[in-house]
């Protein structure tokens, strides 16, 4: 089993839905959570972190479920500018361990 | 100016040729990575350094090296390259001081072998 699982998508929303996005790790021992955006051949780059409480940024919500070893996260009222593809990052708290990458979801808003 | 820099940003090299990617950081950073991208398998882990002449493997490091012989260069070598190695090639670093997981990406280095 993949250390990190995500639906690839595409969701092809129109502007102003609703999305959510699901992600699945498989350690268990994982402390810590974040969700990453990357544009067409660009970077990725953070978008948030993913609280065991939950925890929104603006039109972004993610939720944690440590106990289903799930993560989430859900764009409201989305925008044109949404396009992208969402990773989820995954870090054991083990020591000397970097960030683990899920092959990411592809969202597309339109117009 | 990016405060993490890779070059060369692009590369188109023949099988058996050897091809080193350079990232440098201004960032002070500690911890340096280098990553892969393709199509449909995500960023994958190559090898990571947290400190200087500190390296580790990552998920796919057979085919690659890299030096880190300054905390602010992370070199990442193809001895012998090959078309399978033909990918959009990441570097990061980090500082893990904090509880932050903030990855800071280069803008890439696509690598093409013939």
């Known amino acids: 089993r993949k250390e990190v699982e995500q639906d690839p998508g595409p969701f092809n929303v129109p502007e102003g839905a609703t999305v959510a996005f699901n992600c699945t790790y498989s350690?268990?021992?994982?402390?810590?959570f974040f969700w990453y955006r990357q544009d067409c051949r660009k970077e990725p780059k953070l978008l948030m972190s993913?609280?065991?409480s939950g925890n929104e940024d603006g039109r972004f919500t993610a939720q944690l479920n440590r106990a289903s070893q799930y993560i989430s996260l859900l764009i409201r009222d989305s925008k044109l500018s949404d396009s992208a593809t969402y990773l989820c990052?995954?870090?054991?708290?083990?020591?000397?361990?970097?960030?683990?990458f899920g092959k990411g979801t592809t969202l597309s808003v339109s117009s | 100016d990016a405060d993490v820099t890779q070059t060369p940003r692009n590369r188109i090299t023949k099988t058996g040729k050897r091809i080193m990617l350079e990232c440098s950081q201004t960032k002070g950073h500690d911890r340096m990575y280098w990553y892969r991208q393709d199509p449909g398998l995500g960023l994958r882990l190559i090898y990571y350094s947290f400190d200087v002449k500190d390296i580790n493997k990552g998920e796919i490091s057979d085919g690659y090296s890299v030096s880190r012989q300054a905390q602010a260069k992370f070199s990442l070598s193809l001895e012998s390259a090959i078309p399978n190695q033909t990918a959009l090639y990441f570097c990061?670093?980090?500082?893990?001081?904090?509880?932050?997981?903030?990855?800071?990406f280069g803008e890439g280095s696509r690598l093409t072998v013939l």
């Open positions: 990052v995954v870090r054991s708290n083990q020591a000397g361990t970097a960030l683990i």
């Open positions: 993913v609280y065991s």
């Open positions: 350690n268990s021992a994982s402390q810590s």
């Open positions: 990061a670093t980090s500082d893990f001081k904090g509880v932050s997981g903030e990855l800071f």
